[in-house]
């Protein structure tokens, strides 16, 4: 808090102590009073990569004209109209236990001639307070408590090792995170920091702005922050299910395929569109606002890109996944405590047969699962360009430039063979990729009827066969052998007899392609240790580090000969007969 507000609770004295603050500092002198310690050459590092801009206080006008009248008395003059504020609003619905939609909170930056010659602003948050509009208890609090009143320094190259070294050098220093936000309407990421105790400005937080997006390392500062609140980050994910629950009834409900990307669409019009209760959607909506899967403007609810993958016809549409991630799987997670305590996988507990029984019995589950493992595509966009691929996509072009030499017809490429590969994502984009190379799809009866649909669609159904089968039937004469997504399902033991099958059906000269989430040596974060909880739950099978995987090829007769990463944490691992 300012040492000059104290005793003085007004809005307009509280604000001319704040002009004062502003008029009189410079970089590198507040950054000496923000972190005791701070000198010689870190200070001058620190203070060419960041500037002090502004001294924020909240201020609660009853309205336009109130708020007009105490910057006028302040001597201060706003160069823009107000424009929304997202971090602060969010800030005071949570405190204060209120929908965001009742805090009319907006920005004002008034700028302020400074003792160095430098233009500065006061960073003007207002909250709108009408007469009777049961708001005055939170201007009280905040008046009394200063919670949002800071000093901000803004970053002068929006380059992500300069931010992630400027909050490495506030930490190193004694200052703690609390807090931050993205705010669209400004596209600035904003990152706050809790001043250390010893801190003689006056200010007990401090803010670095960045223009630009920068929610990558404003996750990992966040986290930082919610880890000192033990109590609430517990809390978060306790709550977890109820995001998981809640995606599933935007997708079930069809809300994201009657909303718009581009403008606001009202909750009367949505309601009827779905077939909801307008208050109950309103509510589903609000906590999907916060989450960023949705916003909210004057003009009704909006998707963002990130609910957009919630529509059906979305390139890369996930709805199959929260479909299934909110349905069976969810259903059988109950049990995770059964599995853990007996081996037994809970989805076999839960529905009296294993998954693939289960989803085969009925048509539009096993649709819906077929869907749901195409959604995560995304993890395979770089595949085709993987060196085996494109070898034996040259080789095959090498086979038809001799074939046309000699005058002969229906020159043979090499061929691709995709075991047990749903319903034809994977080879459908190799082979579009590499016109030269065939396909064969090996797969369950059903799932091969739909994969013959789908690449028939995209013109493959000519260089590709559809072999309905079992893992015995790998086929002999391939160049390539893939395997995605498959051995995870599977325990080692049947791991060791599918790759037994690959192996006596591979050439030496055959190359075997294995796609899956690994496992990090290191512990450290990732996919694959989330998706070894799934799969042990529902399905009997686990992840595995790429150790492991090497043991289960040599187990098989093949070697592991390299390894690359693929997105979603994914990797393919590169085999070949021993």
């Known amino acids: 808090m300012i040492t000059a507000l104290s005793g003085e609770t007004s809005d307009a004295s509280r604000l001319r102590a704040t002009v004062d603050f502003v008029r009189e500092q410079d970089t590198a002198t507040l950054l000496r009073l923000l972190l005791p310690g701070l000198d010689g050459p870190e200070l001058r590092a620190l203070a060419e990569r960041c500037a002090f801009s502004h001294a924020a206080l909240l201020v609660f006008p009853s309205g336009r004209a109130e708020l007009e009248a105490t910057l006028a008395d302040c ?14 609003r969010e800030r005071l619905a949570v405190r204060h236990k209120r929908r965001a939609a009742e805090l009319e909170v907006a920005i004002l930056r008034p700028a302020v001639e400074c003792r160095d010659g430098v233009r500065r602003t006061v960073e003007v948050f207002a909250l709108t307070v009408p007469p009777g509009s049961g708001l005055g208890e939170v201007a009280a609090y905040e008046r009394a408590r200063q919670h949002e009143t800071h000093v901000a320094f803004e970053v002068e190259a929006p380059d992500p090792l300069v931010l992630r070294g400027l909050c490495a050098a506030f930490g190193q220093y004694g200052a703690t995170p609390d807090g931050g936000g993205y705010n669209p309407h400004e596209n600035g990421t904003v990152f706050y920091f809790a001043a250390p105790a010893e801190a003689k400005a006056g200010y007990g937080r401090v803010e670095l702005y960045v223009q630009g997006d920068h929610r990558d390392l404003l996750d990992a500062h966040m986290e930082a922050h919610r880890a000192r609140q033990p109590a609430e980050t517990l809390l978060r994910l306790l709550t977890g299910a109820w995001t ?25 019009e949505l309601a009827h569109a779905v077939g909801a209760l307008a208050p109950n959607l309103a509510t589903l909506l609000r906590y999907l606002t916060m989450l960023g899967v949705v916003s909210e403007d004057r003009d009704g609810f909006r998707l963002t890109d990130t609910g957009g993958l919630l529509r059906a016809d979305a390139e890369g549409s996930m709805r199959s996944l929260a479909l299934m991630y909110g349905g069976p799987f969810y259903a059988s ?14 989805f076999e507990q839960h529905f009296g047969e294993n998954h693939f029984e289960h989803f085969a019995r009925d048509p539009e589950l096993a649709g819906l699962f077929d869907q749901s493992m195409a959604a995560g595509a995304r993890m395979f966009d770089p595949l085709p360009d993987h060196p085996v691929l494109v070898a034996a996509a040259g080789a095959a072009a090498g086979r038809a430039v001799e074939a046309a030499a000699e005058e002969a017809e229906g020159a043979e490429g090499a061929t691709v063979v995709d075991i047990a590969g749903g319903n034809g994502e994977l080879l459908g984009r190799i082979l579009s990729a590499h016109p030269r190379l065939r396909g064969v799809l090996l797969e369950r009866p059903h799932t091969v009827e739909t994969a013959r649909r789908l ?9 590709c066969a559809f072999l309905p089968g079992s893992f015995a039937d790998v086929p002999a004469g391939g160049d390539v052998y893939i395997l995605s997504r498959v051995l995870h399902d599977w325990d080692d033991d049947r791991c060791r007899e599918i ?7 591979m050439s030496p000269a055959a190359e075997l392609l294995v796609v899956e989430r690994v496992l990090p040596d290191d512990g450290s974060a990732s996919l694959a240790t989330a998706w070894d909880l799934h799969m042990m739950c529902n399905v009997g099978g686990r ?24 997105p ?8 070949r007969r021993a």
Request: a neutral charge; hydrophobic letters at 45%.
């Open 75 to 88: 001597g201060l003059v706003a160069d823009a109209p107000p424009t929304p504020s997202v971090v602060v």
């Open 244 to 268: 998981t629950q809640a995606l599933a009834a935007f997708a079930r409900l069809e809300v994201a395929d009657a909303m718009d990307g581009e403008r606001g669409v009202g909750l009367p």
């Open 333 to 346: 997670f109950a049990g995770l405590d059964h599995t853990v305590r007996t081996g037994q996988v809970a």
């Open 455 to 463: 690449l028939g669609a995209a013109g493959h159904t000519g260089r």
């Open 499 to 505: 790759l037994r099958h690959c192996a006596r059906a």
């Open 543 to 566: 992840e595995r580090r790429a150790d492991h995987y090497a043991r289960l090829f040599a187990d098989a007769g093949l070697t592991l000969v390299g390894r690359s990463p693929l």
């Open 568 to 575: 979603l944490d994914g990797t393919v691992l590169h085999a």
